[in-house]
């Protein structure tokens, strides 16, 4: 099973940015995609991007598109998620998840495996 660890949460300022890692332990196949989500106190936890591990084709939320920027590297089985232009709705724990779809997808319940969380806190 895959197994994944996000890394990169941090405090910042309004306009600030940050990069979050999400490493997978086991191996990730070509049916594989991996997203990011977040849970704000008070919120559920809610799609942010995804990106297909073969392909490399990216989606986002409308709330982040421009700002955010997900991308992978094969080799190391690391997905990372470039936060651009912070705002403090952004804040957030940041989660990392895999789902073995074989398509991309923002739905929640297709994700099987989850990372721990990464705290991003956005003062303004």
């Known amino acids: 099973q895959v197994q994944l660890v996000e890394s990169g949460g941090g405090l910042v300022q309004a306009g600030g940015s940050l990069r979050l890692s999400c490493a997978a332990s086991?191996?990730?196949?070509?049916?594989?995609?991996i997203g990011w989500f977040r849970q704000s106190p008070g919120k559920g936890r809610e799609f942010v991007a995804t990106?297909?591990?073969?392909?490399?084709?990216?989606h986002y939320a409308d709330s982040v598109k421009g700002r955010f920027t997900i991308s992978r590297d094969n080799a190391e089985n690391t997905v990372y998620l470039q936060m651009n232009s912070l705002k403090p709705e952004d804040t957030a724990v940041y989660y990392c998840?895999?789902?073995?779809?074989?398509?991309?997808?923002?739905?929640?319940?297709?994700?099987?495996?989850w990372g721990q969380g990464t705290q991003v806190t956005v003062s303004s």
């Open positions: 998840a895999a789902a073995d779809t074989g398509l991309w997808t923002m739905q929640e319940d297709e994700y099987d495996a």
């Open positions: 990106i297909t591990w073969n392909g490399g084709s990216t």
């Open positions: 086991g191996r990730i196949f070509g049916s594989y995609a």
